[in-house]
């Protein structure tokens, strides 16, 4: 039976690679939401089965137009918090007005839910249109959780992973398990999600997890290296570090941001509640595996490589 899934902010790495995959599926036809359909690759471009529709996330009109033959709509946006908070509300209002059934929020990250308010702002978005998903009385909201993505994991942003010295970095003991998945592995659950029908609410999936230590061992077995650790202080000095570097300049973002993401992915209050395994054509991706499918010059620009060879 022929199944039509919107893609909103279609041009994204993380959607493209979503796309590849509902592709492989001869039912399934795309209706993909961007600024400039300019920007998506021409594989998926020049499918028969992808139409697009051009607009911006304030544009009613035209995310009315691409909502309307929708079966489900997943939400792929990456920005800023108003494109994160009041753009997705603008996706879900034309869902709504639609009839679209489903709507998979553009969450793709540890368990938000658990958060307070403020505590890691990036994610107050996602807590808010969770809370917003839930008043509407036609659409569903689907939430697919899968921990921090892998690719960013071994980038120089999160400050774990220093591939010229063969070092792993930690704060803590060493024993806080990292919950993690890459962005292929993500986008094979998103897709089996897309195409599931039953599936509304939280949905939780992992490619792996495993503590520093468990991490090092993986790192050897793929490069033949053995890192050096490097403990920077417990998590009550990381919690003191990030806050006081907040504090001092809460404009630059950038300087602060990772070391919260350090704490609030290993302190255990943004664990996943449970692991699915309901897709068992789906194998999850392990940080041995990730690991030595790349290079080892390679490993620090995996997310820079995400959906290069679609």
Known sequence: MAYTVGIAGITGKFACCVVSNLLKQPEVSIRGFCRDPTKL???????????LTKGEAGDKSALNAFAKTSD????????NEKLMNDGQKHLIDACEAQGVRRYLASDYSLDFTKLEYGQLASKDPMKHVKEYLEKQKVVRGVHVLIGVFMDTFVSPFFGVVNVKEAKLSYWGTGEEIWEST???????????????ENAVGIQNFLGDRKNIFQIAEAFEKAFGKKPTLENKGTLDELKKTMLEVQAKDPRNIYAYIALFYNYYCTN??????FISNKYPHIKPETFEAFMKARTLKQLPGSSQLVGSNI
Do not use: K, M, W
């Not at 489900?72 to 920005?79: A, W």
């Not at 890459?182 to 599931?196: C, G, K, P, Q, R």
């Not at 255990?268 to 509640?273: A, E, M, V």
């Open 41 to 51: 690759p021409e594989s998926i471009r020049s499918s028969p089965r992808v139409h």
């Open 72 to 79: 489900v709509v997943v939400c792929c946006y990456l920005g």
């Open 182 to 196: 890459s962005y292929a592995n993500a986008a094979e659950f998103v897709a089996a999600v897309t195409l599931d």
């Open 268 to 273: 255990g209050q943004t664990y996943l509640s």
